[in-house]
């Protein structure tokens, strides 16, 4: 998992009037969500190499990347550069938001209806920040993380420290790919959770395509 860039999300107050199906560009056409049904795929051997040259290159453009790279299989890290550096969150707060929801927030109780589950994955497909602040606030904000922190047992993560912007939310590439890992190996949460991640590909490819861009 990569956490890393410019802290810019923010709570917004929801709108009935903002359209905020595409974080980047409100304006950008409705199309529909695709779903990724193809299995995930293996891990190669050694990934360090491809890893190492994908990170320099974006380092050339003032990029910084945290990565680790895990065998679910075995739990063996494949490759990691900075994995306990912290970085804002951003958007991966959207995965820490569906886990706790999915998992019940304060009450513990899991919550998996039908409109709560496709209203979380619309949010992941489409990174709905509307939809994302919902979620957080009602979670009780600085609450909800920790709560995210103790359940699955993050050491390197902790709430936004300017009270404010969720996207502040502080995260390293070893909690996030610790998580990612602890919700496909949780039936409950990765039914919902991991075909929306695989979706989110297909989805900006075909926004693109229709905002008359190249697909990738």
Known sequence: MTPSGTPTDKAPAPSAAADN????????????VVEDTTPWPAPPADPTA????AVASTA??????????????????????????TYPALSLVKLMIAADV??????????????????????????????????YD?????????????????????PTPDGEYWGNVQTTATDMS???????ANPGLSAVIAPAMKATAAFVAAV?????????
């Open 21 to 32: 199906r595409y974080p980047f560009e409100n304006t950008a056409p409705e199309v529909s």
């Open 50 to 53: 491809a890893v190492t040259a």
């Open 60 to 85: 050339d453009k003032g990029i910084e990347q945290a990565v680790v790279i895990i065998d679910r299989g075995s739990g063996a890290v494949l490759t990691q550069i900075s994995p306990d550096e």
């Open 102 to 135: 999915l998992s019940g927030g304060g009450s513990g109780a899991a919550k998996a209806d039908a409109a709560t589950s496709a209203r979380l994955r619309e949010m992941i497909v489409r990174s709905d920040d509307v939809t994302a602040a919902d979620y």
């Open 138 to 158: 009602e979670g009780g904000g600085d609450e909800l993380i920790n709560r995210v922190v103790q359940r699955f047992s993050l050491t390197g993560s902790s």
């Open 178 to 184: 610790s998580l990612v890992s602890q919700i496909l």
């Open 208 to 216: 693109r395509a229709a905002m008359g861009g190249p697909s990738r």
